[in-house]
């Protein structure tokens, strides 16, 4: 094999790895909790519950004015009907978030740096590529970030993100990074402005001004109107939710979802360290805003990844450029991968999505549709509990949404995953309860509880309700199925 066609071929496979790992993560997206919550949520509101305000669920209380952020990913999700067209709809958004940071990556750098930092980015990211309403904003983020670079200077850059805003603020909360995102650009341009002295730079940073005022009042189109905003930017900070929830508790760098942040973080770093006059301010605040978020939430670390890939793209063509030997021994893609590769990408698309449609039929083994969902004990009370009637159980957190999903309104959930609509004292006095703290038989017999999910580990609280006559109708791998006669 000649020495050009060799090299062509190693940065061929490279894209080959790239493009593959998109694919394996898009079409194996793991429902969570939260997926199978927006199911249940949106299915209430197509039956008529109130979309602006949390729907009560569960039989511990609710606080009465709580909103639904998540309304609009909600009726998405449940309308088209089935659980193979809600996974399509997830992979679909999946799918445009990537693609679209591949879109953006490629004014940044030549064919073999994109494949390599798309790869070095999905190690990052791909852990984070769920089944939940999130996957909105992994679509919308990058969509709201390509208006910015490509409709710098245009009079109706302030129209079109003004409705990609509008519209995301109605679907998942996350609208806030694209605030963030234009309030960078504002400020980038602003700056340029000011130390070069160029008319063009300061048109465009009033463009962006007028952007970012849009970005702020486009939110305010939703069925609750200011209280979207309230709920948006003090989401983070709550320190209940904090406390409760693992994804927005820090990046801690001993972790491994934090590590593979870090790392990025330090390349970025790195490579703006000696690369200076190759990024603008704009960019480099992004970096820092997003990068932030992230290190104080691991939530928002797709944030962080989706901002800075261009970026690393970037840096990695300046490393071949630099490293000639290095860049003959990868090579670019050649051939029918580096002319068609939209079109490969689209195919791997489209073969991901449809894969959705087929998944539910698949063996659980290949789908990985419910492997940290109670499906046994689903299963047993959907033998138990007749149609048309409702008992309510006292449940793992975890469990709350796929119970509310699979047996819909036959079980009544303690609690799910909503987190800040409840108050302190509620969700003490559910820890209290899953710890057998007091006499929680008595507590659950008052409350009308007639059956409980349970870890196996949580020992206090199966002893003391098999000795106040419980029966144990299910010990399962999952866990403890018991029921109050």
Request: proline share 6%.
């Amino acid at each position: 094999m000649s020495g050009p066609r060799r090299e062509s071929r190693v940065a061929g496979w490279v894209a080959v790895a790239a493009t593959g790992v998109a694919f394996v993560v898009v079409a194996f997206s793991l429902p969570i909790d939260d997926f199978w919550l927006s199911l249940a949520s949106g299915r209430a509101i197509l039956h008529g519950a109130d979309l602006s305000r949390a729907i009560p669920l569960t039989w511990l209380p609710v606080i009465p004015d709580a909103l639904n952020p998540q309304w609009g990913a909600q009726v998405v999700l449940a309308a088209v009907d089935t659980l193979a067209w809600a996974l399509a709809v997830n992979a679909l958004l999946l799918a445009v978030g990537m693609g679209v940071t591949l879109e953006r990556m490629r004014r940044h750098a030549s064919p073999a740096a994109i494949a390599i930092a798309a790869l070095l980015s999905l190690a990052v990211l791909s852990v984070h590529l769920l089944a939940r309403a999130q996957s909105f904003s992994i679509a919308l983020f990058p969509l709201s970030l390509l208006l910015l670079e490509r409709l710098r200077g245009r009079w109706w850059l302030p129209v079109a993100f003004a409705l990609l805003t509008a519209v995301w603020a109605n679907l998942h909360g996350a609208f806030i990074v694209g605030q963030l995102a234009a309030a960078c650009a504002m400020t980038g341009a602003a700056w340029d402005a000011s130390r070069r002295r160029d008319a063009a730079l300061a048109h465009d940073a009033w463009l962006y001004a007028a952007t970012l005022a849009a970005a702020f009042a486009a939110p305010l189109v939703n069925p609750v109107g200011t209280q979207l905003l309230g709920y948006a930017y003090s989401q983070g900070a709550s320190d209940l939710v904090r406390q409760i929830s693992v994804e927005w508790q820090p990046s801690w760098p001993w972790e491994p979802v934090g590590l593979l942040f870090w790392l990025l973080a330090l390349a970025i770093v790195a490579g703006r360290l000696l690369r200076r006059p190759g990024t603008s301010t704009a960019e480099l605040l992004l970096a820092a805003g997003t990068g932030f978020l992230a290190a104080t939430s691991i939530r928002s670390i797709p944030w962080f990844v989706l901002a800075v890939v261009p970026m690393l793209a970037g840096d990695v063509d300046a490393l071949l450029a630099a490293r000639l030997r290095l860049a003959r021994a990868i090579g670019q893609p050649g051939g029918w991968l580096r002319h068609r590769l939209a079109a490969v990408l689209t195919t791997l698309a489209v073969m991901a999505i449809a894969f959705q449609v087929i998944r539910p039929a698949l063996p659980a083994s290949v789908a990985r549709l419910t492997p940290d969902a109670p499906v046994a004990i689903t299963e047993a009370l959907d033998r138990r509990i007749p149609p048309g009637t409702s008992a309510r159980i006292l449940n793992e957190q975890v469990w709350g949404g796929y119970l509310e999903w699979a047996l819909d309104a036959r079980v009544i959930p303690a609690i799910d995953g909503r987190i800040e609509i409840r108050t302190r004292q509620t969700w003490e006095g559910y820890f209290d309860l899953m710890g057998g703290t007091g006499d929680s038989a008595k507590q659950l017999g008052d409350s009308g509880v007639e059956w409980a999910a349970l870890f196996s580990t949580r020992t206090a609280l199966i002893g003391q309700l098999k000795a106040a006559g419980w029966t144990e109708l299910l010990d399962s791998p999952e866990g403890v199925l018991l029921h109050r006669p």
